[in-house]
């Protein structure tokens, strides 16, 4: 087993080798947090997800019994 092996993933190099930017504020990118730069973007972008501001696309849900508008 090489040292490369050990490396946990945010630890490897990117394969495609891109210097893409953080997504979050476009600072280049830090290896402890790939994709972000900081905790502080990793943390910015979980709370987009938690708060729906991310939302991916997908049939809608049916209604539940019960879940009738008042």
């Given at each position: ?34 994709p972000f ?10 709370h ?23």
């Amino acid at each position: 087993m090489t040292t490369e092996d050990k490396k946990t993933p945010a630890q490897q190099p990117n394969p495609t080798g891109s210097k893409r930017a953080c997504p979050v504020c476009g600072k280049p990118r830090s290896e402890a947090y790939d994709p972000f730069c900081s905790k502080r973007c990793a943390d910015v972008d979980l709370h987009r997800w938690l708060k729906g501001t991310y939302v991916i696309p997908g049939a809608r849900a049916e209604p539940e019994p019960g879940d009738e508008d008042k």
